[in-house]
């Protein structure tokens, strides 16, 4: 038998992986939603959209990274190789919408 | 003495706090970043594409199938989510309620080739084949990669049932199926980038 720490700990990592399963599923409704704020737009309501689509993004990708992957537990070059690989897209969507609003 | 054996610590000393152990096999982590690298590159194909088009990849997302990009994301979540209860299961020393646990994952992520299907004839009704355009090469190159993880992954659930039933893992050692799950998982990171890059805009 687990020592009973050891199941409040299970307890805890069971209910924010739950938690985070449906964090997930809740932020990727909102990014369809704050991507259609931006259809059919240009300009600035379209970099807004997009700039909303794109730290939605990042957010999913922390929640994941936290709770799913526990990179953490790999040391620190797996994390930061982990972190530096969710970064790539939010960032270069962010700047790919500046860019094309700036008439790129 | 074996040469290259630590030395006693001296009497009075405080150890250094012991590291936890690294989840799963070192060389997923490894395997793991090697798919990031390789979908930095189909990303970096992406935006180059994009910045050179932006109007095409404007246009090209609202022609882009939102609900199957949506099925497929609860689809590889709600299994991830099922493979860290697995987990939980197994470090309990629950073994069958980790086969229950790894099953489901298994039948949910069996969903993603399912829509992928019903998306593939989507797009055919909609004329998105490889003369479409830019976007829509840009769009079948990087999901049909993705598709492909993902069906490694799988796989590999299919394997490590297999396996858990034939009594090949132990609450003490399952490092197989945590390899398992971190792959899944890292799989399910890089869905979350295609989908902001797609079907967000659809």
Redesign the interface.
């Known amino acids: 038998m687990?020592p009973h720490d050891?199941?409040d700990c299970?307890r805890r990592?069971?209910r924010r992986?739950?938690l985070?399963?449906a964090a997930?599923?809740a932020l990727?409704?909102l990014?369809?939603l704050?991507?259609g704020r931006?259809?059919g737009h240009a300009g600035w309501l379209?970099v807004a959209a997009t700039w909303a689509?794109?730290a939605?993004?990042a957010l999913?990708?922390d929640l994941?990274?936290r709770?799913?992957?526990?990179a953490r537990?790999?040391?620190p070059v797996?994390h930061r190789?982990?972190r530096a690989?969710?970064a790539?897209?939010?960032l270069?969507?962010a700047l790919?919408a500046l860019?094309?609003a700036l008439g790129? | 003495m074996a040469p290259d054996a630590p030395a006693p610590a001296p009497p009075g000393a405080t150890a250094p706090p012991a590291?936890?152990p690294?989840?799963g096999h070192r060389a997923m982590?490894i395997g793991?970043?090697l798919e990031?690298l390789e979908?930095?590159v189909f990303?970096a194909v992406y935006?180059s594409a994009?910045?050179s088009h932006?109007q095409a990849f404007?246009a090209g997302a609202?022609r882009l199938w939102?609900t199957g990009g949506?099925a497929i994301?609860?689809a590889m979540?709600?299994s991830?989510?099922l493979?860290?209860?697995m987990l939980?299961a197994m470090?309990?020393?629950r073994r069958r309620a980790a086969q229950g646990w790894l099953a489901g994952a298994l039948l949910v992520g069996a969903a993603y080739p399912l829509v992928k299907l019903l998306e593939w004839r989507w797009n055919q009704a909609q004329g998105l084949d490889a003369g479409a355009g830019i976007f829509v090469v840009v769009y079948w190159y990087l999901t049909i990669n993705h598709f492909i993880h993902a069906s490694w992954g799988l796989l590999g659930m299919a394997w490590g049932l297999g396996r858990l039933a034939s009594g090949a893992y132990t609450p003490a050692d399952h490092r197989g199926l945590e390899s398992l799950?971190?792959y899944w998982?890292?799989t399910?990171?890089v869905w979350?980038?295609l989908?902001?890059?797609f079907?967000?805009?659809?």
């Open positions: 687990i050891d199941t299970e990592r069971a992986a739950t985070t399963w997930l599923l990727t409704g990014s369809v704050a991507a931006g259809h379209r689509v794109a939605l993004c999913k990708a994941l990274i709770h799913y992957l526990e537990a790999a040391g797996f190789l982990v690989f969710a790539v897209v939010p270069a969507l790919s860019h094309e790129g | 590291r936890p690294l989840p982590w793991i970043c990031f979908f930095t990303f935006f994009r910045w932006p404007q609202s939102t949506v994301t609860a979540v709600t991830g989510w493979l860290t209860r939980a470090r309990a020393g799950a971190i998982h890292a399910d990171l979350l980038m989908f902001g890059l079907y967000a805009f659809a």
